[in-house]
């Protein structure tokens, strides 16, 4: 098979969460463990960072990457569900897996996948975990796909643990509090292997400290470490450089005074305490991460690691901006943001899948915008005439439009030069914005 068809193989005979939802997750982690044994436990065989989270885990492990890489390192970084790419789920120093070892890599192993029947997730943390340690990475950032306890990446044991901030999301897998959910994520703590929490959340904290007092794992409070504030004095966001400065300080001290941040979004400034905090614990280890690879890391982490929409800035006048966040805490971070952007007229571009209840989504929604409601190209997706319905019947006034390019081109032609176009609501959705890409 070529590229393309073994692409297709793959799409045919796994089961894939990102585009069927529930029915292509498999809960448990036997099917990973059978894999992985049988092909020689490549993940004993290089050194790892894990990352969970509901939000900032995906921007957390690719600033990771990218100071790893600004330090010399030789990098592997693992994320989901992909953009555009499948290749864009396993990255070595910011270059995506090449094709090549994936087709020569699924045909080695086709009688193995037949035997064991993984789903599409699990197939790609083997994938990762075999081209990383053929690759001989000095270390791999792995994030979790979903949850953390059962999810097919926790079979690492790596050198330090990092879970972001908790939130609602998937609570028909992972249960319908929070604290559920924290005890979900919570399982990537392995005995004796530190862990750092990014965000402080009371109705959570005692989840994390009872896990990490179980396994003998040290615990650190990121944000009670580090301190995180825009700067200097409030310096704006330069969204043409698609940079923000932040001045950082550490246990009450200076410690990274006018840091630039190559990633945009005012959430980011809680994700910045964790990754600072893990850079941290690595160093107890062994790395060599000076103040020069830490600040290189963070103001280039999208040239470094290839990430994209993350209140990615697509054009001017009108501004036109994308963002991947979707469930409630991370969209309510990203309306309070979009709502301090001057504008005239807001336009906003927005699809979801329906397996979520839109119900708290919609009510996040800025009333006062002209909605332009669309439908990715998945299964998964909800019908954009249904979503449009539920929307007028929460008061927000638009249309839909049905596919996602044909919703972007009304809204970019509606706007004038002084509105902003926002393009979200799913991952998915903003994974077909051809400019992301460009």
Known sequence: MNYEETLAFLYAQLPMYQRVGAAGFKKGLGNTEALLAAMGHPERRFRSVHVAGTNGKGSSSHLLAAVLQSAGYRVGLYTSPHLRAFTERVRLNGQELAPEYLVVWVEKWRGLFADVQPSFFEMCVALAFCYFADEAVDVAVVEVGLGGRLDSTNVITPLVSLITNISYDHQALLGDTLPE????????????????????????????????????????????????????????????????????????????????????????????????????????????????????????????????????????????????????????????????????RLHLVIGTVNDKDVGPVLALLPPDATYYFCQADIPRALPADELAARAAAAGLAGRSYGPVAAAVAAARAAAGPADVVFIGGSTFVVAEVAELYQ
């Open 181 to 344: 959910i924290a005890g979900e994520k919570a399982g990537i703590i392995k005995p004796g292997v530190p862990v750092v929490i990014s965000q402080t959340q009371p109705e959570v904290a005692a989840v994390f400290a009872a896990k990490a007092a179980a396994e003998t794992a040290p615990l650190t409070w990121a944000d009670r470490v580090y301190a995180v504030v825009p700067g200097p004095a409030g310096a704006p966001a330069d969204t043409a450089a698609g940079t923000q400065l932040f001045d950082v300080a550490r246990a009450g001290a200076s410690y990274l005074p006018s840091a630039a941040l190559g990633l945009l979004g005012d959430y980011q400034a809680l994700n910045l305490p964790g990754v600072l905090a893990v850079l941290d614990e690595l160093r107890t280890q062994g790395f060599a991460l000076p103040e020069a690879a830490v600040r290189q890391g963070l103001r280039d982490v999208g040239p470094l690691t290839g990430l994209r929409g993350r209140w990615s800035i697509l054009g001017h006048a009108p501004l036109v901006v994308a963002d991947t966040g979707h469930n409630e805490a991370g969209l309510r971070l990203v309306m309070q943001q979009l709502l301090r952007v001057p504008h005239e």
